[in-house]
């Protein structure tokens, strides 16, 4: 039973297209995050809800859109795809919003933008 | 802003041999600290972590940490590689004063190779 599951694992498309990512966590935690890693595995925070509450929301074009329909499920949306949104995009979750740290990663969607 | 740094992208050990990975990170006040792995195509996990109190920690697969405030580190160890270790290692920071929230910061990871 996998605790944070994304789809898709892998995600290959063109400039200017749109496209999502979900992901759903069974491990009944409040809070859930987006995090991307870049082609030199350098990861950083782009999003977090927290029970379907935006409570972080790094600098991110606006174009990247996330929805939380229930603290199960966190979404993300990109729009007006770009060659510099090619990353692994990796969702988690954590039990509560402040800072123990211990955070649940899925195993993350690898976007490719032709 | 806080950061971390980790020192060497790569680090390669025999097998057997002693794991250091190292990490500093900026801060006045010390934050939480923390040691991620990840393992070829898969999401990242929890070694260990400092919030307060003992300062070496010990995680998971005989991994453990120091942290120490007059040198800004945390420092990780292994006594013995195994084959099995090879991944990359991220190491973290909780700022104290992001509002509380899990807002880790990474280092740029360092993987590590382990040869026979």
């Known amino acids: 039973d996998t605790a944070v599951s994304q789809t898709p694992k892998y995600l290959v498309t063109q400039m200017g297209n749109d496209k999502s990512i979900k992901c759903e966590q069974n491990l009944g935690h409040d809070t859930m995050y987006w995090y991307k890693q870049d082609s030199k595995k350098f990861l950083k925070i782009m999003f977090s809800y927290n029970n379907k509450e935006l409570i972080i929301n790094e600098t991110v074009p606006n174009r990247f859109s996330p929805k939380s329909p229930d603290k199960a499920h966190l979404n993300l949306h990109i729009n007006s795809l770009e060659l510099g949104d090619s990353a692994v995009y990796f969702c988690?979750?954590?039990?509560?919003?402040?800072?123990?740290?211990?955070?649940?990663f899925g195993e993350g969607s690898r976007l490719t933008v032709l | 802003a806080q950061s971390v740094t980790q020192l060497g992208s790569h680090v390669s050990v025999s097998e057997g041999a002693l794991v250091l990975l190292r990490c500093n990170y900026s801060?006045?006040?010390?934050?939480?600290l923390f040691w991620y792995v990840q393992y070829p195509n898969q999401g990242l996990q929890l070694l260990l972590k400092?919030?307060?109190?003992?300062?070496l920690v010990k995680g998971i697969n005989g991994f453990e940490a120091e942290f120490k405030k007059s040198e800004t580190s945390f420092h990780l160890t292994k006594p013995s590689a195994h084959m099995s270790d090879a991944a990359e290692y991220f190491c973290?920071?909780?700022?104290?004063?992001?509002?509380?929230?899990?807002?880790?910061?990474f280092g740029a990871g360092t993987r590590l190779a382990v040869h026979p």
């Open positions: 801060s006045s006040v010390p934050p939480y």
């Open positions: 988690a979750s954590s039990q509560g919003q402040y800072g123990t740290g211990e955070l649940f």
């Open positions: 973290a920071v909780t700022p104290l004063f992001s509002g509380g929230y899990n807002k880790l910061i």
């Open positions: 400092y919030t307060t109190g003992a300062t």
